[in-house]
């Protein structure tokens, strides 16, 4: 049976403190062995939950509203939940809304339509979103070990030719 680790960080919902949390899950990660592109798609994954979170959850509140992080250490996986108090959302009307990605939209539409749920999607191996009092996104990446062909096409592998 896996033994897991918690480890949870609150932190205001101001967008100043995303770059804590992005320090933050790219410590853990690196901690745990994942490998560098992983962690670079965790720390963009993280963001953009915490992001949505600081940008939409107390928007329409008068309080100033925070954001909870778990970190849950698995021994093959890294779950990190994002949990937010505010205003909900239509999971299922965002979804639809966002269809396929459209190359001559300003990127701030895209993201208004969904992009970020999008990118959580292809970053991350498994993202779950509750909804009700608040938001709860959970972003699920494994740890891939022992993979020899992982790093063929990592920019850190180059061959000199000559």
């Given at each position: ?19 804590v ?54 021994g ?56 009700g009092k ?13 993979e ?15």
């Amino acid at each position: 049976m896996d033994q897991t680790k918690d480890i949870v960080l609150t932190i205001p919902a101001e967008a100043q403190y995303v770059g804590v949390v992005r320090l933050t899950v790219s410590g853990i990660a690196n901690r745990l062995g994942f490998h560098y592109d992983d962690i670079e798609d965790i720390k963009l994954a993280v963001a953009e939950a915490c992001t949505n979170a600081v940008d939409h959850a107390y928007k329409e509140l008068e309080c100033q509203g925070s954001v909870r992080v778990t970190f849950r250490i698995f021994g093959d996986r890294l779950e990190i939940r994002v949990k937010d108090e505010g205003k909900s959302f239509d999971i299922e009307a965002v979804k639809k809304r966002s269809g396929p990605i459209e190359n001559h939209l300003p990127f701030t539409l895209m993201r208004e339509r969904g992009l970020g749920l999008h990118l959580m999607e292809t970053l991350m191996d498994h993202v779950d979103i509750q909804v009700g009092k608040g938001v709860v996104v959970t972003l699920t990446k494994f740890i891939h070990r022992d993979e020899v062909d992982r790093d063929v096409n990592s920019p850190a592998k180059t061959e000199s030719h000559g």
